[in-house]
DNA sequence: AGAATAGTGTCTTTTAGACAATATAGG
DNA sequence: CCTATATTGTCTAAAAGACACTATTCT
């Protein structure tokens, strides 16, 4: 068997390297509170685009490890369920015209140039979670000179190929709320109906009747109510409810339809 | 902006390379014919078990564009409706105690051995895609012994990690078949119902009342009935039926629910 | 009493789902 | 006429969807 006709010049590689080259890791990290929905944007030292919090591949992790980990970087928070949505992968996928080698050279005190390992083919793996905002006090690091939520109906400029995958993480997180149970990392153990009914009109923007909400929700058996009401001050005291466990994991694996 | 903070020890990336590094890609072939579903799987010379057809990336590539190259090598068919379905990294997932580097070396005319850049960490993006395997002639090349369709429901043992790829695959089509018209670049231009409908419970593995589902399948306007009947011998003719191109152009892109 | 919010029930329309007899083509 | 296959419609049950009044809590 011949092996070089795939024609790596190189048939040993240099295993010195903390990460995998060609290789990054995007998360769309989108936040809820309040019947707002945003997503977490970083803006790199010196340009005025924005990016999604992402990373690179250690040799000795898994996607969903790197997706968490760099995730964790920016939100300070384990747990979070992340999403693979899909790679996006092209030739030119990383070339912008408002973030060069050039450009970046001049703000850096190192060379940089079109050779450099940043400006190769990169495939980037994407995640998606979903978290409570308001919990997040977003980090930025030495070389992000912002780091904030933005909702997603006003995303700013973004480099490369970003806002596509913005769009298409919406577009899974909205298929993905018709077929699996979605607010379980989200909202607190006991919500509300009307908390977890405002959590679904906000990710489908539209409107849904809550009683009819309600009661196809929870013929599905992934919530259940409690015998417990919540305090919210000058008004009447909604009922408290929870996922039921069993349901939820099973309806997680073998997906459901929930037709809102 | 200092930029080596992230530990690629070679700042400049060796651009003689036609392959990118850690990056391959695998597709799960999927044949229908006549309520078969089928799946189109290779063995490596000497050795018993079986992989997806897959390749790497060129760095002229896009990923969908390395996709199509690789499923042509061995369906020699172009025009394949080629869907991503997920991204597998793990730094473990190319170690099998049956494909080892020693193995390989002992019937290769080359040493290989665990240093070798086939046997570091790929990740793979997967891809699917559904055609009629009647029209398929396999092909193998140099250092596949075998190139053959397989039953889904009789799949041989698998390297790596590749039986979960198909299992992924396969659940992939399912969910699409609820949202997105398939059979479009797997039926001819003009089928009939009874064509369609066991295309479908083939895929889904369960019965489909004809009678409901045809109602149903119409009423989503992806289908027309057309003025004609197909001639199918000593039998009542069958009307003949097409996609509705721009229903069916609306549907892939809005995705639609058929609930069947 | 008033303000704000939650909770609940019924009716109508639509859809799902079960079900079987008739029509056609060719031999 | 026989065989094999395709076509078609109705009924019932379930679900979707529209809709508005009452209950609670606190000030």
Known sequence: MQIDTILMNNPVYDQSEL??????????????????LKVLLQRPQGFNKWL???GYL???????????????????????????FGAFGSPDRTKDSDFT??????????IIDDKHWMFDYFVSICFYTLTDFEKVQPNG????EECVWWSV??????LYDHKDMINSALKTLRLHLYHYPIGYELLPKKFTLPEIHSLYETILNKELDIRNFGKKLIATGIIKKLDEKKKIGAHRSPY????????????LNKGIAIIL
Do not use: C, W
Not at 153 to 158: G, H, V
């Open 19 to 36: 990460y995998l080259r060609h290789i990054s890791i995007d998360n769309v990290i989108l936040g809820y509170h309040n019947k707002e």
């Open 52 to 54: 999604l919090p992402g």
């Open 153 to 158: 109906d006003n995303i700013p400029p973004m």
């Open 240 to 251: 408290l409810y929870m996922f039921d466990d069993n349901q939820y994991k099973d309806a």
């Open 141 to 144: 690091d030495a070389y992000m």
């Open 101 to 110: 080698p050039q450009k970046l050279s001049d703000i850096s005190d190192i």
């Open 58 to 84: 250690k040799r000795t992790e898994t996607l969903i490890d790197a997706a968490e980990r760099i995730a964790k970087e920016r939100t300070n928070l384990d747990n979070l369920f992340l999403k693979q």
